[in-house]
């Protein structure tokens, strides 16, 4: 399992301060939107040479952390 906070950073203006994949500027929501129009990790590889697997994982990780800790859904 990847810890995504070794690959994922925040840097001020870059990309509007978004968390970005080591230091390039592919961001998680870059990511998550590929992913959310139907590539796979596979063609993400192929299309972004610099990405490797473990990069898109840590995205996913970086959003469901960021997503467990954001949000609260009234009962």
Known sequence: MVNFKTI???EPGKRGGKPCIRGMRITV???LGWLGSGMTINQISEEY????ENDVYAALQCA???ENKTIQIAV
């Open 8 to 10: 994922i950073a925040i």
């Open 29 to 31: 929501g870059d990511i």
């Open 49 to 52: 040479d610099e990405l490797t």
């Open 64 to 66: 469901a952390d960021r």
